[in-house]
Structures are given as C-alpha cells and as structure tokens.
C-alpha cells in the first residue's frame, strides 16, 4: 500500500518546465541555479524543501548562487541529484553548470573560437539578421555567440559550424579504443603465455644415466 502511493507520488512529480527567470541566470549560479528555483517555484517548494530533495543545506545552495562556491565545480551526486529533481539528463546539468562547455565538443579551444568567430562573421552579413546583431551581441563572450550560432542555425535550417564532435561520434570512438585496448591485452597476455611455454620446450635435457 505504502509502495503504491509512493509510486503515484513519483508519477505526479512536476519536470521543470524548461523556463527560469533571465535575471536569476545571469547571476554567479547560473542557468542550473536559476533552473532548481524555477522549477523549485513551479511546484510550490521553498528552496528550503527543494536543496533537500537535492541533497544538500541551504547554506551551501545559497553559496552556489552567490558565488562563494564554484558550479562549475558540483559533485557527480549532485549534479545526479539536480537531474533528478528537474527530469533532464545529467549532461544537460553538467552544461548548465559550466563544467562542460561547446569548446568541449572540438578538438581545441582555439578551433572553438576560430569556428565561432567564422560564423559570426556569416550572420552579419546577412541582410535579415544584420541589423539584429547589435555590438552587445558581437562582442559578447564565445559561449553567448555560440548560442546565438546556434540559434541561427535553428531558425534557416543552415549549418555553419564546421568540426564539432557529435555525441554519438565521441562514445563511438571511446568504445572502440576501449574495445581495442582490451584486445590488445588478451593478445599481449596470449603472447606471453607462449612465449613461456616454448622456453619451457628448450630447456635442455638431462642425459639418460647421468
């Protein structure tokens, strides 16, 4: 009975709807900090009740919005914790949270920048989003023009970005080096055993009557 109420409990939890307030954002937490209080608000929760059901104090939530302690730097649990809360993936956490970034999708920072910068250059030349791209917009930071790369690319159906590992790509790649240093060893180990056993073969003999 207590089980069966405990799993409608679950089933009627509230995702976070996606929105969060753009003030809140800009602010040293972030987009995951505004995010849990968005949705920590969507569901009638004081940030009390929601940094519990994240398991943490209020004081330490408190310190990640303020800037005292780093979000880039969240635990593995909590980011789990947060995913959990706000029913999205814990990616998705660990690029609100910063501690992974779109310069981590290529092979170099620098190629991040090169491939931003090129694309930005494409949208101001274009004649319907020119006059949107005011100098708050062009000299914004790589993060904020990527997003506005993105969106471009959204809205025209275009692709301007050139190099970036999709997510399949890169599990694709770790799983085949994984898969090929594990043969590697099965081989290496059945070489060795070989090589004992054919220097146990030329031991030399002992004479029959010595």
Same mark, same amino acid.
């Given at each position: 009975?207590?089980?069966?109420?405990?799993?409608?409990?679950?089933?009627?939890?509230?995702?976070?709807?996606?929105?969060?307030?753009?003030?809140?954002?800009?602010?040293?937490?972030?987009?995951? *900090?505004? %995010?849990?209080?968005?949705?920590? !608000?969507?569901?009638?929760? /004081? $940030?009390? #009740?929601?940094?519990?059901?994240?398991?943490?104090?209020?004081?330490?939530?408190?310190?990640?919005?303020?800037?005292?302690?780093?979000?880039?730097?969240?635990?593995?649990?909590?980011?789990?914790?947060?995913?959990?809360?706000?029913?999205?993936?814990?990616?998705?956490?660990?690029?609100?949270?910063?501690?992974?970034?779109?310069?981590?999708?290529?092979?170099?920072?620098?190629?991040?920048?090169?491939?931003?910068?090129?694309?930005?250059?494409? *949208?101001? %030349?274009?004649?319907?989003?020119? !006059?949107?791209?005011?100098? /708050? $917009?062009? #000299?914004?930071?790589?993060?904020?023009?990527?997003?506005?790369?993105?969106?471009?690319?959204?809205?025209?159906?275009?692709?301007?970005?050139?190099?970036?590992?999709?997510?399949?790509?890169?599990?694709?790649?770790?799983?085949?080096?994984?898969?090929?240093?594990?043969?590697?060893?099965?081989?290496?180990?059945?070489?060795?055993?070989?090589?004992?056993?054919?220097?146990?073969?030329?031991?030399?003999?002992?004479?029959?009557?010595?």
């Amino acid at each position: 009975m207590n089980d069966k109420k405990i799993s409608m409990e679950k089933n009627t939890v509230r995702t976070w709807s996606g929105h969060a307030d753009p003030h809140e954002a800009r602010q040293p937490g972030g987009l995951l *900090i505004a %995010a849990l209080v968005a949705c920590a !608000s969507e569901r009638g929760e /004081t $940030l009390c #009740e929601m940094s519990a059901k994240v398991g943490v104090v209020y004081g330490y939530l408190s310190q990640l919005r303020k800037g005292l302690r780093r979000v880039d730097s969240i635990s593995d649990d909590f980011a789990q914790n947060c995913a959990a809360y706000l029913g999205i993936s814990r990616i998705e956490v660990l690029v609100m949270a910063g501690r992974v970034t779109p310069a981590d999708f290529y092979a170099s920072r620098d190629e991040f920048a090169q491939e931003v910068a090129r694309a930005m250059t494409f *949208i101001c %030349a274009d004649p319907q989003w020119t !006059s949107l791209m005011t100098p /708050t $917009l062009r #000299e914004a930071d790589s993060a904020s023009r990527f997003a506005l790369v993105r969106l471009y690319e959204t809205a025209t159906g275009s692709v301007l970005l050139k190099g970036r590992l999709d997510q399949n790509s890169i599990f694709e790649k770790v799983s085949l080096r994984g898969s090929r240093a594990t043969a590697e060893g099965v081989m290496g180990a059945r070489r060795r055993r070989t090589s004992k056993v054919g220097a146990g073969n030329l031991r030399p003999q002992r004479a029959s009557g010595a």
